[in-house]
């Protein structure tokens, strides 16, 4: 039986969510698995891959063929270096902590004594034009 490390999709219409499987290479993509050994997280910034190192250490030393999305995240990761002998990669890109954003409590302490607009509206303009013109009619 050949076995191959595959990914089994989950979620949404446009939100995947993949888990990287052990499973028969005649099973559907999302059919039965034998075992379980990661996550992959595509939509998310930067993206999440979480493996397993000690399976698939394993799975590939029994004999266990990567698909090539796999080999990909594998090589990401550096588990396929590992096995392979060869030197590991740069490390992944993690995401840096979000900033709090200030409360709206925290922003209008600023702009206290800012009561009046800066322009003028149109309808007092015309009045005081029409107040001057029937000022200086008079005079």
Request: aromatic share 6%; proline share 7%; no cysteine.
């Amino acid at each position: 039986m050949a076995v191959k490390i595959k990914l089994k999709r989950l979620g949404k219409i446009r939100s995947p969510h993949y888990r990287i499987v052990v499973a028969d290479s005649r099973t559907r993509r999302d059919g039965r698995a034998i075992e379980e050994i990661g996550k992959y997280h595509p939509t998310y910034n930067p993206s999440v891959m979480e493996v397993d190192a000690e399976r698939v250490a394993y799975w590939l030393g029994v004999g266990a063929q990567p698909t090539e999305p796999v080999l990909a995240i594998l090589k990401k990761t550096g588990d396929w270096q590992k096995f392979k002998g060869e030197p590991a990669p740069a490390p992944l890109l993690v995401a840096e902590p979000k900033k709090a954003r200030p409360t709206f409590e925290a922003l209008s302490g600023e702009d206290e004594g800012k009561g009046e607009a800066i322009t003028q509206k149109k309808k007092s303009e015309k009045k005081d034009e029409a107040n001057a013109e029937s000022a200086s009619a008079e005079a």
